[in-house]
T-cell receptor, first 111, second 113 residues
Framework: SQTIHQWPATLVQPVGSPLSLECTVE??????LYWYRQAAGRGLQLLFY??????ISSEVPQNLSASRPQDRQFILSSKKLLLSDSGFYLC??????????FGPGTRLTVL | KQEVTQIPAALSVPEGENLVLNCSFT??????LQWFRQDPGKGLTSLLL?????REQTSGRLNASLDKSSGRSTLYIAASQPGDSATYLC????????????FGQGTILTVHP
């Protein structure tokens, strides 16, 4: 069966610090991968998606970036965090029937 | 641009009641529609996926219907239980969206004993 992991689970970072969130998927190969953000009082917003290694599409202009160095690894990064980057970050993968399955999420607080 | 609306925003019912959550979307050219459940502080759990060619899907006490032409979906929960308390999210994937989902704001459901 497929499993999706995210770490860390929670993170508190000062403004201006770098960020690296990691997502890995087990039990599948060449999945489509997605980063979503859920901010307080707002719905889920798609940030990035990837259809393969090194292939990244950005949905929203911002100071975040994503990378896919391996088939089942998806990384969300920032060089300098802003207060507005606080939120709940969710990684997801798409199965062959086109259903999306989400990881447990990372709660990021920028102070 | 696709917009997804969920009504009601919040719902409180006594245990045992049957209930319906509503989802509407503005662009009927969807690939599929998915219902999720989110517990506080947790990720999303997939409940049901309805492909654009389907009318409904069932899983246990849950039944989701899709009327693509009118841009509507409903999630029916039978014999509600306190453990059903959560936020329920509806999301649609566009026709050529590579699985990108547009989410509604969710319905917060509370089932009290």
């Amino acid at each position: 069966s497929q499993t999706i992991h995210q770490w860390p689970a929670t993170l508190v970072q000062p403004v201006g610090s770098p960020l690296s969130l990691e997502c890995t998927v087990e039990g599948t190969s060449n999945p489509n991968l997605y980063w979503y953000r859920q901010a307080a009082g707002r719905g889920l917003q798609l940030l990035f998606y990837s259809v393969g290694i090194g292939q990244i599409s950005s949905e929203v202009p911002q100071n975040l970036s994503a990378s896919r160095p391996q088939d089942r690894q998806f990384i969300l990064s920032s060089k300098k965090l802003l207060l507005s980057d606080s939120g709940f970050y969710l990684c997801a993968w798409r199965n062959p029937t086109s259903a999306l399955f989400f990881g447990p999420g990372t709660r990021l607080t920028v102070l | 641009k696709q917009e997804v609306t969920q009504i009601p925003a919040a719902l409180s019912v006594p245990e045992g009641e049957n209930l319906v959550l509503n989802c509407s979307f503005t662009d009927s050219a969807i690939y599929n529609l998915q219902w999720f459940r989110q517990d506080p502080g947790k990720g999303l759990t997939s409940l049901l996926l309805i492909q654009s060619s389907q009318r409904e899907q069932t899983s246990g006490r849950l039944n989701a219907s899709l009327d693509k032409s009118s841009g509507r979906s409903t999630l029916y929960i039978a014999a509600s239980q306190p453990g059903d308390s959560a936020t329920y999210l509806c999301a649609v994937a566009g026709g050529t969206s590579y699985g990108k989902l547009t989410f509604g704001q969710g319905t917060i459901l509370t089932v009290h004993p």
